[in-house]
């Protein structure tokens, strides 16, 4: 089914360890973007892109780094994870520049002990 | 600062009890207003999309409304299948790059047979 796949799904990682989630889309959308969601307080924009080979930081990127090297593929990489990562991170993506018609993926629950 | 939110936290109902979920912001100037809906474990889904004060959407018992200030989400007689946590997002016309949305921590609605 076409639409924004993240993995895993689940995840446990001992704080200072690293990981990258995994973002694909295959509906040829130009923009992509990653978001968490923590309890009381939205969701908030970590990284995003506007196209292959251009990325930009959002609202919280500090101690997570994308890369953008295909249309279809966005990953999320946690440097050194740290308790405060804790949270749900969703991947989206949208074919225009405004947020009309974002598709979003079903979440990566991450947990950091 | 842009600020988007959203009342009541939560809200309860009774099948066929109408109400309307409000999401008041602030941003220097709106490019777009955005509803979506999450479901427990998912992904937000899109459902609206409003740009200048006055229009309306409107989507099976759902009904979205804008004005300069703020949005309501009028849910007419209400399902059980309606529950979920309804997301208000928006874009600041301001903002250097167009595909930013600053969201707010959503209403979690839950509509009992």
């Known amino acids: 089914n076409a639409g924004v796949t993240q993995t895993p799904k689940f995840q446990v990682l001992k704080t200072g360890q690293s990981m990258t989630l995994q973002c694909a889309q295959d509906?040829?959308?130009?923009?992509m973007s990653w978001y968490r969601q923590d309890p009381g307080m939205g969701l908030r924009l970590i990284h995003y892109?506007?196209?292959?080979?251009?990325?930009d930081q959002g609202e919280v990127p500090n101690g997570y780094n994308v890369s953008r090297s295909t249309t279809e593929d966005f990953p999320l990489r946690l440097l050194s994870a740290a308790p405060s990562q804790t949270s749900v991170y969703f991947c989206?993506?949208?074919?225009?520049?405004?947020?009309?018609?974002?598709?979003f993926g079903s979440g990566t629950r991450l947990t950091v002990v | 600062e842009d600020q988007v939110t959203q009342s009541p936290e939560a809200l309860r109902l009774q099948e066929g009890e109408s109400s309307s979920l409000n999401c008041s912001y602030t941003?220097?100037?709106?490019?777009?207003l955005f509803w979506y809906r999450q479901d427990p474990g998912k992904g937000p889904e899109f459902l609206f999309t409003?740009?200048?004060a006055g229009e309306e959407k409107e989507k099976e018992r759902l009904k979205a409304t804008l004005t300069k200030k703020e949005s309501f989400l009028h849910i007419t007689a209400p399902k059980p299948e309606d529950s979920a946590t309804y997301l208000c997002?928006?874009?600041?016309?301001?903002?250097?790059?167009?595909?930013?949305?600053?969201f707010g921590s959503g209403t979690r609605l839950l509509v009992r047979p």
């Open positions: 989206a993506s949208s074919y225009s520049s405004d947020g009309y018609g974002y598709t």
């Open positions: 941003v220097s100037g709106l490019r777009g």
């Open positions: 509906m040829n959308h130009e923009y």
């Open positions: 997002a928006v874009q600041d016309i301001r903002m250097d790059s167009s595909y930013k949305l600053i």
């Open positions: 892109s506007v196209g292959a080979g251009i990325t």
């Open positions: 409003l740009y200048s």
